[in-house]
């Protein structure tokens, strides 16, 4: 367990570490500032292709080989970067840390497999809430280094720590005995691969394109062709990649849709807190914190993130993992109305991102529990990628959507030498706040949707208080209850001691 939330904080520390270099790339690589936003999206891009692809394969030959392939790609890539000092190479090395997106969802799988029920919502949780540590603690030690030291020390920070984890995943995980037999299908992996990235690429660049512009449209387009026909050929094929059919039912395909929905509300807090606490006091709201102390300011949401693990885990133990998520999501809509009612004290919006990080902790941690009691465990990585992918699908939109919203309400401000400096307004991201919390209630309500588990279906994940669980007796000491053996002597007729034992 330690092993493997550990490389779900250092996944996520190293895909979000980089975003306090970027206004310093052109200058530090010679390219042109439309450029560097690639290093971002590349990056979203072959973590969105690499997650379900990755989880297939993890079914079919073994979740351990799988991970040390994420594990391995996102040592490589932070290796490349460290040598980088032109872009084409950074987003070489970018592209392949992308790959580590797969780590968690993976992790997740495995403990599925591999702990006692007692223990996998408790460990669940956990892994869930890595997402939200790595982004708090990496991006403040980030900032730090890129303010005091060479850029390229950040990049060594994070070979070391993704090698000391796979040598420790290499040492110490042992292989998971459950596994999908059959053949790769090669084809709907391309399919996927091509229609997610035409998909995640408009979403992505909507918000610098324009969203009526042609190349929005064309891959808007093309991501829907391909992806339909995809979906046809998933259901004629024999061992599909993703099962389609199992996919679309509600107890599965609610849980991806509320998971995108979540993914969409938790992005926009991190992403928007940043930006308000770094706007210049000469907007009348912002603060004029650095980069170092914005990205301090999210360091308490990952903190509560880790406490509200084991209250999570105890929650849906208790509750239900629908009852967890709906209650998460609940949260998360409450704490954007926090952030609409004060955003310009510091104290405020501290407390306003805590309250969302709450409330996306419960949400995070219930999600894959819910997709993995309406699976088969031998499709459990599979369907995880796949949930993991439908949030990377929602923050891939937030992104798109605040970019828009804040574009559409800023105005020039003049500063304290009296220059003109173009900055959101206070409405600007009280909109972008309500945006988010609306997507909030959306997820509570395809939440409030997922259909009960029946009260006689054994949970394979959670010990629930109504469940009747008793120790399995072999069969010699199995005995029926008395008005099954009356009425059985009664269905027989005739008198007689055989009939009458019978």
């Not at 909109?431 to 209630?441: D, E, N, Q, T």
Request: positive net charge; glycine residues 10%; proline residues 7%.
């Amino acid at each position: 367990m330690a092993v493997l939330a550990a490389g779900g904080i250092v996944t996520t520390l190293v895909q979000t570490a980089v975003v306090p270099l970027l206004p310093q790339l052109p200058r530090l690589t010679g390219a042109a500032p439309v450029d560097v936003g690639w290093v971002v999206t590349l990056t979203l891009l072959t973590g969105a292709v690499a997650t379900p692809l990755l989880g297939r394969a993890g079914d079919m030959y073994g979740k351990r080989p799988m991970l040390l392939l994420a594990l391995g790609a996102l040592a490589a890539g932070s290796l490349v970067c460290a040598f980088a000092s032109t872009l084409p190479w950074l987003l070489v090395g970018r592209a392949l840390q992308g790959v580590g997106a797969a780590v968690v969802p993976l992790s997740i799988s495995f403990l599925r497999g591999m702990l006692p029920p007692q223990r996998t919502g408790s460990s669940v949780a956990l892994m869930s809430s890595t997402v939200g540590i790595g982004a708090a603690l990496g991006l403040p030690l980030a900032a730090l280094l890129v303010q005091y030291a060479d850029w390229h020390a950040m990049f060594w920070a994070m070979t070391m720590l993704s090698t000391g984890v796979l040598a420790l995943a290499w040492r110490l995980l042992r292989e998971e005995p459950v596994r999908s037999p059959g053949r790769f299908d090669l084809l709907g992996a391309c399919g996927l691969s091509a229609g997610l990235v035409f998909l995640l690429l408009a979403l992505s660049k909507a918000g610098e394109w324009g969203w009526g512009s042609w190349r929005v449209l064309g891959l808007s387009g093309a991501a829907l062709l391909i992806l339909t026909g995809w979906t046809v050929h998933q259901r004629r094929v024999s061992r599909p990649l993703v099962d389609v059919r199992l996919a679309m039912r509600p107890a599965v395909l609610l849980p991806h849709l509320a998971a995108s929905l979540a993914g969409f509300a938790f992005y926009a807090n991190s992403l928007v807190t940043a930006q308000l606490v770094q706007a210049p006091r000469a907007t009348g709201y912002g603060l004029g914190l650095s980069v170092v102390a914005a990205r301090v300011c999210l360091l308490p949401s990952g903190v509560i993130m880790v406490l509200c693990a084991s209250l999570s885990a105890r929650l849906s133990a208790a509750r239900g993992a629908k009852a967890t998520l709906i209650l998460g999501t609940m949260i998360i809509a409450g704490g954007y109305g926090l952030r609409i009612a004060d955003s310009r004290q510091l104290g405020a919006v501290i407390v306003g991102a805590a309250v969302v990080s709450v409330g996306t902790a419960l949400a995070y941690s219930a999600l894959p529990l819910l997709v993995m009691r309406a699976v088969p465990l031998e499709q459990t990585a599979a369907a995880n990628g796949l949930n993991v992918l439908m949030r990377t699908i929602g923050q891939a939109l937030c992104s798109a959507v605040v970019a828009t919203v804040l574009a559409q309400h800023t105005r020039p401000f003049a500063d304290t030498a009296g220059v003109a400096v173009a900055a959101p307004t206070l409405n600007g991201y009280r909109m972008a706040f309500a945006v988010a919390g609306a997507v909030a209630l959306l997820a509570c309500a395809a939440a409030c949707l997922v259909p009960r588990q029946p009260r006689s279906a054994p949970s394979l994940l959670l010990q629930e208080p109504e469940q009747d669980v008793r120790p399995e007796l072999p069969l010699s000491a199995q005995r029926p209850p008395a008005i099954e053996v009356h009425r059985s002597a009664e269905a027989r007729p005739g008198p007689g001691p055989i009939g009458t034992t019978a």
